[in-house]
């Protein structure tokens, strides 16, 4: 199955630094039956966006993690795809969340996703307000909005170290 897993500058440094990747509580997303369910149109590749940018929204409290701990974080939303078997559905979190039962080896990644350098003050926005969109504030979900009509950028995984190092 293929997952998408939130991350953040810093998380995709650890990655190649132990060459493996450790989902946070294993939180990934993904299309899931209940996904698909959820939409009453759309093919795969839709759909497969779909459970992606809900784990490009996730990255956006890791970002707000990470922010309160150092205010020089990179303003980029990370998103890692991976390929893996044992992964198991959580309906009861949200319709694309399902739970890995461990950390994500290099050679099961399948690309990074990642903003670029002009998404930053959009990111920033949305960080700040992703707790108020959930609650269902309109200006926050605006905020969301603008952070996420950023494309995140596609990178094979051997692209990564090349990336970080021009960041």
């Known amino acids: 199955m293929r997952i998408y897993v939130p991350s953040t500058v810093a998380g995709l440094r650890r990655l190649l630094d132990s060459e493996q990747l450790q989902p946070l509580s ?3 997303f993904a299309l899931t039956p209940r996904l698909r369910e959820s939409y009453a149109a759309g093919d795969d590749e839709e759909l497969e966006y779909a459970a992606m940018t809900e784990a490009a929204r996730a990255s956006l409290r890791l970002l707000s993690i990470e922010l309160a701990e150092d205010p020089e974080t990179p303003m980029r939303r990370a998103v890692v795809s991976a390929d893996v078997e044992d992964v198991t559905l959580r309906p009861d979190l949200d319709d694309a969340v399902v739970r890995v039962a461990g950390p994500i080896p290099m050679a099961r990644l399948a690309a990074v996703h990642l903003d670029l350098a002009e998404a930053g003050d959009a990111v920033r926005a ?3 307000a992703v707790d108020a969109a959930d609650l269902g504030d309109p200006d926050a979900e605006f ?3 603008e952070a996420e009509g950023h494309e995140l950028a596609w990178y094979g995984v051997q692209e990564l170290p090349f990336v ?3 960041m």
Do not use: I, R
Request: charged fraction near 10%; proline fraction near 0%; avoid cysteine.
């Open 26 to 28: 294993g939180t990934a």
């Open 126 to 128: 949305a960080v700040a």
């Open 143 to 145: 905020a969301l909005g």
């Open 164 to 166: 970080l190092e021009l």
